[in-house]
């Protein structure tokens, strides 16, 4: 099975700086035949679901503010927010989607500094 | 506007059944795999199951095969998850989840419900 590792777990940002959320998977989710990251990110604000940011790695979902990129490729894997706003407080989690089981990390807590 | 609207959940007994629903609407619903995460108070996310656009492909983590069994009615627009032998570890949120992709296996998940809570205890 694949684990996928989050890291931090918690970080607190001033209001218009930089965050940067790592993921690292137990093994390559990049599938060659169609050069893909099987790689998807989520925020997750208190007492709602989650809400799909990045789906390949680096795609972003429709009305996802730009200030929300992905990268990364094979085992790691970054989700950046790059001015970092008040209603960005919440859980991020990313999620491989490669094989079953499906997995997602353990998430990663951002606040406001 | 896609819905995801989850049912039956509550309170039960070790060892005891629930069977939670997933009514959707908005979109063809029969074209997509669906699947349920869930999430244990406070905790993070977990997969549990997803179906196939026909409901003959099924997948569940080991943490629930053998007892959980995934189904779906395509008539009625409504994803379903049985549930028995259930233990105290499976507390948790329950979210009916969509697949944005037409294959017949599960990737990521685009729509998401509010969560049906299921709570095991004595």
């Known amino acids: 099975d694949i684990v996928m590792t989050q890291s931090p777990d918690s970080l607190a940002v001033s209001l218009g700086e930089r965050a940067t959320i790592n993921c690292k998977s137990s093994?390559?989710?990049?599938?060659?035949?169609?050069?893909?990251?099987?790689l998807a990110w989520y925020q997750q604000k208190p007492g709602q679901p989650p809400k799909l940011l990045i789906y390949?790695?680096?795609t972003r979902e429709s009305g996802v503010p730009d200030r929300f990129s992905g990268s990364g490729s094979g085992t790691d894997f970054t989700l950046t927010i790059s001015s970092l706003q008040a209603e960005d407080v919440a859980v991020y989690y990313c999620?491989?989607?490669?094989?079953?089981?499906?997995?997602f990390g353990g998430g990663t807590k951002v606040e406001i500094k | 506007e896609v819905q995801l609207l989850e049912s039956g959940g509550g309170l039960a007994q070790p060892g005891g059944s629930l069977r939670l629903s997933c009514e959707a609407s908005?979109?063809?619903?029969?074209?997509?795999?669906m699947s349920w995460v869930r999430q244990a108070p406070g905790k993070g996310l977990e997969w549990v199951s997803s179906?196939?656009?026909?409901?003959?492909?099924?997948y569940y983590a080991d943490s629930v095969k053998g007892r959980f069994t995934i189904s779906r009615d395509n008539s009625k627009n409504t994803l379903y998850l049985q549930m028995s032998s259930l233990r105290a570890e499976d507390t948790a949120l329950y979210y009916c989840?969509?697949?944005?992709?037409?294959?017949?296996?599960?990737?990521?998940?685009?729509?998401w419900g509010q969560g049906a809570l299921v709570t095991v205890s004595s």
């Open positions: 908005g979109f063809t619903f029969s074209t997509y795999v």
């Open positions: 093994q390559s989710i990049f599938h060659s035949p169609n050069n893909k990251n099987y």
């Open positions: 179906i196939g656009v026909s409901g003959g492909r099924t």
């Open positions: 999620h491989h989607y490669y094989t079953i089981p499906l997995a």
């Open positions: 390949w790695a680096s």
């Open positions: 989840a969509k697949d944005p992709l037409l294959y017949d296996s599960p990737h990521y998940f685009d729509y």
